[in-house]
């Protein structure tokens, strides 16, 4: 059963422009988001967080909107850059019980020249 | 200096051998975990162990036993190792009980990529 959905396994983007991209989750119990990075060869990196009482969340270049009646966030990246190619996770969590992270699948983005 | 590392970070073997996975924290963070990464990419927690105590234990063959000496420590070991057991073993931590707010995020380490032959 999975919980987290990452339905697009890879997205590429030119430099400059907006990388978006999308996660599905199914449980509704989940009450705080989380975006990691993954380079090759290296462990997921914590990027940024929602928690379901917002709809937005900003740092830098980097915004995660949530739409809860949805059950779906996505990651907005403005402008992109090639040190922005990697896979990204999303993942979720219910703070509420002795809880566990779940992870999507990841979306690998490629950024061009 | 790296927060969480783990050894060995490539390991090949055969069959029903039995092999661990060392991992240490120096973050001063309560609660480690392991996760592992399949073929399929699904990054998918196996343990938990909050100040040496174990707190999430998912439906893992029991030829997977984490062991945690200190809270800076969690290692894994697997004995009879299958074909299935390939994949990348993560270790990770975090201040508190789960990966979530006013607990702090998981910090990962780079990964132990296991290859049973």
């Known amino acids: 059963d999975q919980q987290v959905k990452q339905n697009s396994p890879s997205l590429s983007v030119q430099e400059g422009r907006i990388s978006i991209l999308n996660c599905d989750y199914t449980?509704?119990?989940?009450?705080?988001f989380l975006w990691y990075k993954k380079y090759p060869a290296e462990g997921p990196t914590f990027l940024i967080s929602?928690?379901?009482?917002?709809d937005k969340n900003e740092d830098g270049r980097f915004t995660v909107f949530l739409n809860k009646s949805a059950k779906h966030l996505s990651l907005h990246i403005v402008p992109s850059q090639p040190g922005d190619s990697a896979v990204y996770f999303c993942?979720?969590?219910?703070?509420?019980?002795?809880?566990?992270?779940?992870f999507g699948t990841g979306t690998r983005l490629q950024v061009t020249l | 200096d790296t927060a969480v590392s783990q050894t060995p970070k490539y390991l090949v073997t055969q069959m029903g051998n039995d092999k661990s996975i060392k991992c240490e924290q120096n973050?001063?963070?309560?609660?480690m975990y392991w996760y592992k990464q399949d073929s399929k990419k699904f990054l998918k927690i196996m343990f938990s162990?909050?100040?040496?105590?174990?707190?999430i234990n998912e439906t893992v063959p029991n030829r997977f036993s984490p062991k945690s000496p200190d809270k800076a420590h969690l290692n894994l070991h697997i004995n009879s190792l299958e074909l299935g057991d390939s994949a990348v073993y993560f270790c990770?931590?975090?201040?508190?009980?789960?990966?979530?707010?006013?607990?702090?995020?998981?910090?990962f380490g780079e990964g132990s990529r296991l290859t049973v032959l």
């Open positions: 990770a931590s975090s201040q508190g009980r789960s990966g979530g707010p006013n607990t702090g995020e998981l910090f």
């Open positions: 929602i928690s379901s009482i917002k």
């Open positions: 993942a979720a969590v219910n703070t509420g019980t002795a809880s566990k992270l779940t």
């Open positions: 449980n509704s119990m989940f009450d705080y």
């Open positions: 162990y909050n100040n040496k105590e174990l707190i």
């Open positions: 973050l001063g963070h309560d609660t």
